[in-house]
Structures are given as C-alpha cells and as structure tokens.
T-cell receptor, first 113, second 113 residues
C-alpha cells in the first residue's frame, strides 16, 4: 500500500536554530514527491517537486532533498514567519492510487523569536 | 492573477442532507482536484477533473461525486451526509496534471450535526 509518514509530528525551534523534517514513503513507482506549507485557516501552498533520488531544490531558507525511501526538508536559520505545518505528498506511477497525491499528516513547525 | 476561489467558506448541515460545494480555478488551469482534510486522517484525495471528465478517483464512497463545467469550474456533491463528513474540503487547480504545481483554495469548512 502506498503511504507517507512524516516526522516529527511537531517541532519547536528557536529563531536561527536549523533543523530537518523527514518524509518517509513507500510507493509503487515514484512519479513525484511534493512539499507544501499550510498556514492556519488557509489551503496548502506549493513549495517543491522532486522527481528522482539525489535531486535537491532550494528556496530561501528551505532545501528539499530526495532519496529512494525518504525526503528531507532542511530549514536553515528559521524565522518566526516559517512557522506553519509542512506537508509531504507522493504521486505513484503504478497501482491503484496511480496519479493520485498521497499526503502525510504533516509536521507542525513553531519558531520562537 | 486571481487565486482559486471556493464557495461557500463555511457550511452547517444535518445528517442525511446533501451539500454542493463550488470551486473556481485559476484562469487557464484545466485540472481541478478535490481533497478532504481532517485532523485524524490528514489530507485525502477525493477526485480530479480535467476537460469535464473525471480522470482520477480516491478511495471514497459513492456518496461523494463531482463534475466539471466547460469553463473548468467544478462542483462536488456529498449526499446523505454523515457526522464523519465534517471536514475542510479543499480544491486545487493546476495547468494540466496533478503533478504540475497545484494551487489550493482556502477551503470550505463543512460541519455536519
């Protein structure tokens, strides 16, 4: 069964304290892995798409990496405005959920000044 | 450009009733996907429409249905509402495919009493 597990469920950081969020996945052929950010009361906001192991993408203080079993979202020197829930999703190439986006339950990040 | 709009934003219904939610995608976007978000299950894919045809479907009962119009606007319908249908329903649009960058609307908060 295709599934996505994110850890930790919640993470509290001090401003400037770098850390990483994990997304482990099992999928019948990976078509793509997606990272989103969701603020309270809003819909998710697209951050990155990764397609193959070894791929990396960066945006401001965020860097996403991908291996054959997991993805990491590295946050360097976070600021309070980075506080949000970060969602990971995969899209399967084959199988019953082919083409669908399967989301993890997210990591709720809080950055204190 | 204008984002994805969803109406209504909030809805209260009673068990057994039916409900219709509306989504207007970003201009030029032809793919519209619907998701259900709950604290327990997270974000779950309902279905995707492209050119007025359902292209993918998630693992939800037949009470959940949708359609897309020629202008790409989409509606989803839930019949015979159950308490467990209380959730945030999100619509997302993309240019052609769900693997393209998806833009989410703010969601419709449905409460079933």
């Amino acid at each position: 069964e295709d599934q996505v597990t994110q850890s930790p469920e919640a993470l509290r950081l001090q401003e400037g304290e770098s850390s990483s969020l994990n997304c482990s996945y099992t999928v019948s052929g990976l078509r793509g892995l997606f990272w989103y950010r969701q603020d309270p009361g809003k819909g998710p906001e697209f951050l990155f798409t990764l397609y193959s192991a070894g791929e990396e993408k960066e945006k401001e203080r965020l860097k996403a990496t991908l291996t054959k079993k997991e993805s990491f979202l590295h946050i360097t020197a976070p600021k309070p405005e980075d506080s949000a829930t970060y969602l990971c999703a995969v899209q399967a190439e084959y199988g019953g959920s082919q083409g669908n986006l399967i989301f993890g339950k997210g990591t709720k990040l809080s950055v204190k000044p | 450009k204008a984002g994805v709009t969803q109406t209504p934003r909030y809805l209260i219904k009673t068990r057994g009733q039916q409900v219709t939610l509306s989504c207007s995608p970003i201009s030029g976007h032809r793919s519209v996907s619907w998701y259900q978000q709950t604290p327990g299950q997270g974000l779950q894919f309902l279905f995707e429409y492209f050119s007025e045809t359902q292209r993918n479907k998630g693992n939800f009962p037949g009470r959940f249905s949708g359609r897309q119009f020629s202008n790409s606007r989409s509606e989803m319908n839930v019949s015979t509402l159950e308490l467990g249908d209380s959730a945030l329903y999100l619509c997302a649009s993309s240019l052609e495919r769900t693997s393209d960058e998806q833009f989410f609307g703010p969601g419709t908060r449905l409460t079933v009493l």
